[in-house]
Nanobody, 122 residues
Framework: QVRLAESGGGLVQAGGSLRLSCAAS????????MGWFRQPPGKERTFVAA????????RYADSVKGRFTISRDNAQNMVYLEMYSLEPEDTALYYC???????????????WGQGTQVTVSS
């Protein structure tokens, strides 16, 4: 089992940027594909981005392509989500996720963090 802890959320103005971090502990980090989901207020959780065990390839939701970048550091057991040109519609609780299966990490990951709040003001 892997444990995930997100950080880096906060309040930012539209057009700004944030970097989310996720620290993993427990099982061997490089065994897992990693990703991010988000849940806007009153809405369902949706996929944001994913990255394979080796760090390439990556996959993104259409709504964030060209604005968000996912990366990982296997030596530090960390995964990151760099977010640029933020919009009010990006306001959500952002979750770090993990799964040994890449298909599942983009749809129904087995492991979830507690989430970090991102609020984008207009």
């Amino acid at each position: 089992q892997v444990r995930l802890a997100e950080s880096g959320g906060g309040l930012v103005q539209a057009g700004g940027s944030l970097r989310l971090s996720c620290a993993a502990s427990g099982r061997t980090f490089s065994d897992y594909h990693m990703g991010w989901f988000r849940q806007p207020p009153g809405k369902e959780r949706t996929f944001v981005a994913a990255i394979t065990q080796e760090g390439n390839p990556t996959r993104y939701a259409d709504s964030v392509k060209g604005r968000f970048t996912i990366s990982r550091d296997n030596a530090q057991n960390m995964v990151y989500l760099e977010m640029y040109s933020l919009e009010p519609e990006d306001t959500a609780l952002y979750y770090c996720v993990a799964d040994p299966d890449f298909f599942k990490v983009t749809r129904a990951p087995a492991f979830w963090g507690q989430g970090t709040q991102v609020t984008v003001s207009s």
